[in-house]
């Protein structure tokens, strides 16, 4: 990899990290209603994955830790913020919020509040790209905490037997909201669940961005090369809480926040390249003003003067774009 292209994932990480913060101090000053589930701390997975995808090409998508998955795909930021503000030039129109970001153009085909609905959608995507012949593969980000799920087991099960082009990416953070791996499932290592399946699978570091890389060029080749569904599970650290309800010290220690800090991915890979002599400390801080600046100056302006949905358009997207049908006049509507 370029140094220039490794300077601008680095660029990418971080504006990513910002935005974030950006989003938590907007939910606390009640721009963000809803649910609002934040991803510091795990920069590493998608962007180590993604970075090595063919985006707007290949298929992605996964649960409602969603944001910077989008973003990473091509979404545009300030629609992405637009959607958390609930407004009409949000990536789904105001009417996803948080956890149904959704970008067709680029691949991105969504976050989905139900823990482990992504499984199934993923295999029925790689079915339809081997049903097309082409050379696209999908990718199906989800935590560990979805792999108690029927839909786990059914998908890897499918996925196997029909060597579908998928590539299953476990974000391994070790809790399910509050509660640990080690209470909820006696195989702690995710990947030896997949090999149950026969499915080719591996365990790396989810927080060098470098070895997620490397791991995401093996898995993408398998897959893309027709050899069946690959599992990668990436060892990975929610920094904040599940959510914004959640302040994540009720159920870890603190000492076990400060070890994983220490192992934060941005810093990891900071400190890499400086190293590597692609950038220094100062160019680094004067990178994280940039990214706060345009978040500030375009990202946030965005979205507090976008328009909110108009009521009248109430069922434009629910069936067609007549308007006149009203939720309870759609059969099995309003259920």
């Not at 067709?104 to 482990?116: Q, R, S, T």
């Not at 998908?155 to 299953?168: D, R």
């Not at 994983?260 to 991915?265: A, N, Q």
Request: hydrophobic residues 35%; charged residues 25%; glycine residues 10%.
């Amino acid at each position: 990899m370029e140094a220039a292209d490794r300077k601008r994932l680095l660029r990418e990480m971080v504006f990513a990290r910002r935005f974030e913060e950006r989003c938590a101090e907007a939910y606390h000053h009640r721009d963000i209603g809803g649910f609002l589930h934040l991803y510091p701390g795990q920069e590493a997975c998608a962007f180590g994955v993604l970075e090595r995808a063919r985006m707007g090409h290949d298929y992605v998508i996964t649960g409602y830790r969603d944001h910077v998955h989008a973003i990473k795909c091509g979404a545009d930021p300030k629609a992405v913020m637009a959607e958390l503000y609930a407004k009409e030039t949000g990536s789904s129109r105001g009417r996803g919020g948080s956890m149904h970001i959704f970008d067709a153009e680029h691949h991105f085909m969504g976050g989905y509040a139900l823990v482990g609905e992504p499984y199934p959608l993923a295999a029925g995507l790689a079915k339809g790209i081997k049903m097309k012949g082409t050379d696209q593969i999908a990718i199906c980000f989800m935590g560990d905490g979805a792999n108690n799920q029927g839909t786990f087991h059914e998908t890897l099960n499918m996925a196997q037997l029909w060597e579908l082009p998928v590539l299953f990416v476990c974000e391994n953070n070790l809790y399910a909201i509050g509660t640990s791996l080690e209470r909820s499932t006696p195989a702690h290592d995710q990947y030896e669940r997949a090999q149950a399946y026969k499915m080719t699978a591996t365990q790396v570091d989810g927080q060098d961005v470098d070895t997620v890389m490397a791991a995401a060029d093996e898995a993408i080749e398998h897959v893309r090369s027709g050899k069946g569904p690959y599992f990668l599970e990436l060892m990975t650290y929610r920094l904040r809480g599940h959510s914004m309800s959640d302040s994540g010290r009720g159920y870890r220690s603190e000492a076990e926040i400060k070890r994983w800090m220490e192992r934060d991915p941005i810093y990891l890979f900071r400190d890499q390249l400086v190293t590597e002599g692609v950038i220094s400390a100062d160019e680094f801080e004067e990178m994280d003003r940039a990214a706060q600046q345009q978040i500030d100056d375009e990202v946030i302006p965005f979205a507090e003067n976008s328009p909110e949905p108009e009521v009248a358009d109430l069922t434009k997207y629910v069936l067609d774009d007549d308007t006149s049908i009203a939720l309870g006049q759609i059969p099995g509507g309003g259920n």
